[in-house]
């Protein structure tokens, strides 16, 4: 049979790499905004320097000099970026090809732009801007997992109906988690566990900011060089985050929480298989730590990771000829990638939402769980619940069902909220404990979103 061969040109357009470079050849960049400066958005910038066909657009910071010295920090070229006082002037920036520098993402949401990123790693603005930026007819990328987990899946419906792409973060682990399972289940095999690994013990539920440092082993000069931010780092420590990012996972694959909450067991990255053969299509983290402290052989302290297994005895078979660890029957296999690089590879976002029309990872199954939250210690009434990684409360996973009628407060709603009664040590935060801010532009869009997908909740 005769067949033409296609045109050099149109076969590199395969990738996105060369994809990439079509776009920078034409004089059509992709255009970028980024809302948040912090560690996360500083990451984003020092690679999108070095991307082609990417334009920078916008970079918006509460803090302009905070966005100047993360720029600087990347090898930015201090007269590239411009203060814009408003849109126009915002514009105008875009237009001669350097970037306009703003202290509201709103001017960033409005712009000339393709994509807005939105990297403050707050519920309250990442809801606004990203709400904002659909409704201007902008893809996003939100980085803000804690606004992902806690109104993403109306979001996603929301960019749907507008024509626009709602997607996660590519590097960041939910997403290549994600991806993980879609490889698996587009090649047909079963998938039964996936997540990623991270550092825990059960006394971090303790945890606090004045302690997460000294868990970590930080020395007093490193934390003085700055750059450390308390409440983060205790979040990672404590299991919340871990929570946050296992809910992303769950509404984005419809995989299920494991009946318990996450287990944190203490597994080498070749015992996957065995630990998780039978299970019946899980998220869940596994520690790199065992319950004496000492680090776990073949740890998967900054990996991702997918067990599967087919149906067909051959194709089981194969998965030993070619390598790949199994249980000891061999019915079950494991994949991970035991590292990733957060902002350094949302250039994959960014090219495929572009050129591809595709997510990397979005809650296209609704909320299928929720993080609730329990307190560290007892807490009086009248107290403040400080969010995530704080004095307070830590976060766990409840599935949507459970946490529907038992009524407990996602951790995202939770943040600021006073206690209405005196609660005991682990106690799960309920509706009736606290009081809600309910001017609040995320908690009006929670409640959206909980009409939205259980049409029984009054308005």
């Known amino acids: 049979m005769h067949t033409t061969a296609r045109p050099a040109d149109e076969v590199a357009a ?46 918006a910071d509460l803090d302009v000099q905070r966005a100047r010295d993360a720029v600087a920090r990347c090898g930015w070229a201090a007269e590239r970026f411009v203060l814009a006082a408003d849109l126009g002037a915002a514009n105008d920036c875009i237009r001669e090809g350097k970037t306009a520098l703003v202290d509201d993402g709103t001017l960033a949401v409005h712009a000339e732009v393709d994509i807005v990123i939105e990297a403050t790693g707050h519920e309250e603005a990442g809801a606004r801007h990203a709400f904002a930026a659909i409704d201007a007819g902008r893809h996003v990328i939100m980085v803000t997992v804690e606004a992902d987990v806690l109104i993403g899946p109306y979001l996603h419906e929301l960019a749907r109906r507008r024509g626009v792409i709602y997607s996660m973060a590519y590097g960041d682990q939910p997403a290549i988690i994600c991806e993980l399972v879609d490889w698996a289940r587009a090649c047909g095999f079963d998938v039964v566990a996936a997540g990623k690994g991270t550092k825990y013990l059960p006394a971090y539920r303790r945890s606090t900011p004045q302690t997460a440092f000294g868990y970590y082993g930080f020395t007093p000069e490193q934390i003085a060089s700055g750059g450390f931010n308390a409440k983060m780092f205790n979040s990672f420590l404590d299991g919340t985050k871990s929570a946050i990012e296992m809910v992303a996972v769950a509404n984005a694959t419809g995989l299920a929480m494991p009946e318990n909450g996450l287990s944190f067991a203490p597994i080498a990255a070749d015992k996957l298989a065995t630990q998780y053969a039978g299970a019946k299509g899980i998220a869940d983290v596994v520690s790199c730590m065992d319950p004496d402290g000492h680090f776990v052989e073949n740890h998967l302290r900054w990996g991702v990771y997918v067990v599967f297994t087919s149906e067909e005895p051959y194709s089981r078979r194969c998965f030993e000829e070619y390598g790949l660890t199994t249980d000891p029957s061999g019915t079950y296999a494991a994949l991970w990638r035991p590292y990733h690089l957060i902002g350094l590879e949302v250039g994959i976002s960014i090219a495929s939402i572009a050129l591809r029309g595709e997510a990397t990872g979005a809650p296209i199954y609704g909320p299928q769980a929720e993080v609730v939250c329990a307190t560290r210690a007892p807490m009086r009434a009248g107290e ?63 409640r959206e979103q909980d009409r939205f997908f259980s049409p029984a909740v009054p308005a």
């Open 14 to 59: 395969m990738n996105l790499a060369s994809l990439l470079a079509r776009r920078e050849a034409e004089g059509t960049p992709i255009r970028v905004a980024i809302i948040g400066a912090g560690k996360f958005g500083t990451m984003i910038l020092s690679q999108l320097r070095l991307m082609r066909g990417v334009q920078l657009a916008v970079l």
């Open 384 to 446: 403040t619940i400080d969010g995530e990684g704080g004095y307070a409360v830590y976060g766990t996973v409840a599935s949507a069902s459970e946490a529907r009628s038992r009524r407990l407060v996602p951790m995202g709603l939770a943040h600021g909220c006073k206690l209405t009664r005196d609660v005991p040590i682990d106690h799960p935060i309920g509706e009736d404990d606290v009081a809600f801010d309910e001017d609040a532009f995320v908690w009006k869009l929670r």
